[in-house]
């Protein structure tokens, strides 16, 4: 019996681990409805004149916020949370534009700001505390003012 209960609390911590490290984030281009599968919904759709916003927690801790236009495509993603994002699942097909795109000198150790193709990611932190912002330039809607994202 202690073996089998062994065997159980290793399960579970390993389920968490994995879910800690990929748990599901927000992606550019995609449907502000499959906002669902990403985590868990924290602040429903909120409109803002033509714009929608969403607020998602996901399994890591991260704060999730996904900007859409009234169409309901993301088109910007801010974050902040006690561990960096998986990029590579938070931009979605805007990964590979973001590698290959050009950093900019930042103003501290822990801050980027990359401009790639079609791709501006801007992200800070240090140490439990990691924040940042990622949109589409060409999925901005016409009249957002970019500088309204907040982390």
């Known amino acids: 019996m202690m073996a089998f ?3 159980l609390r290793w ?3 390993g389920a968490f681990v994995l879910l800690a ?5 927000a992606r550019l281009g995609r449907p502000l409805s499959s906002a669902g ?10 409109r803002l004149a033509a714009i929608q916003s ?18 309901g495509t993301v088109f ?21 534009p973001y590698l290959r795109g050009r950093p900019r000198t930042g103003t501290g150790l822990t801050t980027s700001s990359v401009h790639g193709a079609d791709i501006v990611v801007h ?6 505390n990691f924040y940042g912002l990622a949109w589409v ?15």
């Open 5 to 7: 209960k062994q065997i």
């Open 11 to 13: 399960a579970a911590c």
């Open 21 to 25: 490290q990929t748990g599901a984030q």
């Open 37 to 46: 599968h990403d985590g868990t919904v924290a602040a429903p759709s909120q």
């Open 54 to 71: 969403q607020t998602v927690q996901t399994a890591s801790g991260a704060t999730v916020t996904e900007y859409a236009d009234a169409a």
């Open 76 to 96: 910007a993603v801010a974050w902040r949370g006690p561990f960096k994002p998986d990029l590579q699942q938070l931009l979605g097909a805007y990964f590979q």
């Open 123 to 128: 992200s800070s932190g240090r140490m439990r």
């Open 137 to 151: 330039p060409s999925l901005v809607p016409a009249g957002f003012d970019v500088s309204r994202l907040q982390p």
